[in-house]
């Protein structure tokens, strides 16, 4: 069947996220849409700007994942950013925002029929919903699902037989290395540990000196290096690759992606042992609350899975919720008197702030006291 004929005119289309968005398609849907008209677009994380998607051929474009690939759509006002914490997207896209198509790649499942690749996201929530998958088959993609798609609920409409395109982060420089480093000195031995992609998430993979397992959003190359030096326990867990050539491969019929629902399960992630989420901001008050938006008139970034990370380890007893941020940022001091966006994490989900300079602990600190621990960490 072709994509033109799934699509009528008042339709709601979404196009699967990650690593695993069918770019091959973009050029076609967009055409479709300014032919058929009245067609509505949802996106959720887009690494990297896809050229090829004509957002102006839409009736209406709302994106939840703001930043990365959509920054310059989300500054000019041709699409709208739906500010959300991601273990919210499943019910997005089972609600206000549900799909009557997604577009997503797929790969042949190991014992015959179809599974998501690098990417799972949102999308089982969206078929949970009623919504028709129009696939993509890519070959090149590694299978790295832990659930295959039934045939009936696939309905093929193009193959693509390219490599798929890969993220590349930059290379840590000295204070994400001071980073990592501290960090590290907090994780114990068996701790269940989320990071991002990244400078700051390789430094601290790099920086582990004992066994962790790895549960987190996204899967960052450094946990291929973390398993050749024998610290990584079981398969990692995360909805979506972030990472090179190496980590497809390597990523191949290992069973490592969830739905979201899963991966940021607050109730999951605190149930067994000790899970220390490690995030980063562009800025953070006195209170420890923390943003990695931007400014709110030139959005940078989404809440993302920050959030929900946060809150899960602030509430994990012998983990904690730690934030790595170094103490300036183009000259100018993260630790600010008031946020000049909105408050993606909350003070109180904040366990600990890490420096190159050293690290405040704030679990069970009164207001006044958080104040004098965070901004005398930033004089030191």
Not at 186 to 198: M, N, S
Not at 249 to 277: E, K, N, Y
Not at 310 to 336: D, E, F, K
Request: net charge negative.
């Amino acid at each position: 069947m072709s994509l033109a004929e799934l699509i009528r005119p008042g339709a709601t289309v979404a196009i699967a996220d990650g690593m695993g968005a069918p770019r091959t398609v973009s050029a076609e849907l967009s055409a479709i849409a300014r032919e058929v008209g009245d067609v509505r677009l949802v996106l959720g994380w887009l690494p990297t700007p896809d050229d090829a998607l004509d957002v102006t051929a839409f009736a209406d474009v709302r994106v939840l994942m703001g930043g990365w690939g959509m920054r310059g759509p989300i500054k000019d006002g041709t699409v709208t950013q739906v500010p959300c914490r991601w273990s919210q997207a499943p019910v997005l896209m089972e609600s206000s925002l549900r799909p009557d198509v997604v577009i997503a790649s797929v790969v042949e499942a190991r014992r015959g029929g179809w599974t998501l690749g690098a990417a799972v996201g949102w999308v089982p929530a969206a078929l949970r919903a009623g919504a028709t998958l129009a696939a993509v088959v890519t070959p090149e993609l590694p299978r790295a699902s832990v659930a295959g798609l039934a045939a009936s609920a696939v309905t093929i409409v193009g193959e693509d037989e390219a490599l798929p395109a890969t993220l590349e982060f930059p290379e840590p420089e000295d204070v994400h290395r001071r980073l990592g480093e501290q960090v590290a000195s907090l994780i114990p031995e068996g701790a269940r540990l989320q990071v991002g992609p990244g400078a700051l998430g390789t430094a601290v993979l790099d920086a582990v000196r004992a066994p962790v397992s790895i549960d987190s959003g996204l899967l960052p190359g450094a946990v291929v290096d973390l398993e050749r030096r024998g610290l990584l326990l079981g398969n990692p867990m995360g909805t979506y690759l972030a990472g090179d050539a190496e980590l497809l491969a390597w990523a191949h019929d290992r069973p490592l992606l969830h739905p979201i629902d899963f991966t940021h399960d607050g109730t999951r992630l605190v149930s067994s042992g000790p899970f220390v989420a490690v995030n980063t901001a562009l800025e953070i008050d006195d209170q420890g609350q923390v943003n990695v938006e931007g400014p709110r008139d030139r959005p940078i970034a989404s809440p993302g899975g920050h959030p929900d990370y946060a809150a899960a380890a602030a509430r994990s007893p012998q983990g904690l919720s730690v934030i790595a941020v170094p103490s300036t940022h183009r000259g100018r001091p993260t630790l600010v008197d008031q946020l000049s966006g909105p408050v993606s994490t909350p003070g109180y989900d904040v366990d600990v702030v890490v420096t190159e300079n050293g690290i405040a602990h704030l679990r069970g600190l009164g207001r006044d006291e958080r104040a004098r621990t965070l901004r005398a960490l930033w004089e030191r």
